[in-house]
């Protein structure tokens, strides 16, 4: 079976466009956040309850059928960062966020790529 890893040298980062955030305020539910290739570099799952934890999963894809990128939890009240290593996690569908448990928000911030010619 193949690594759902693709090697960062396929894409063009010569000229990489400026990192763009996406924000769920109040999250519930599961819902697309972006379409396309990019690169996860940063962000946030903030946990709005005082009582309850919150998680949730981050797919490559436009549902839970694709590849997990990242399990997030986080306790009651408190603010976990999504911090991946350089240079971030790569996706090529796009990011679906899936609902485990609680009521959140989330920041993600990623830089779109383009396929090489």
């Not at 570099?41 to 709005?48: E, T, V």
């Amino acid at each position: 079976m193949s690594s759902p890893v693709t090697p960062f040298t396929e894409y063009d980062i010569s000229d990489l466009p400026a990192p763009r955030s996406v924000w769920i305020t109040h999250g519930f539910g599961s819902q697309q956040l972006v379409t396309g290739i990019g690169l996860i570099i940063g962000g946030f799952l903030r946990n709005y309850n005082a009582t309850i934890a919150g998680a949730i999963q981050i797919y490559d894809g436009v549902d839970t059928t694709g590849v997990l990128l990242a399990p997030l939890g986080v306790p009651a009240s408190a603010t976990v960062p999504l911090s991946p290593a350089p240079p971030g996690i790569l996706f090529r569908t796009g990011l679906y966020v899936h609902q485990v448990l609680g009521a959140w928000d989330l920041s993600v911030t990623y830089i779109p790529l383009r396929n090489q010619p």
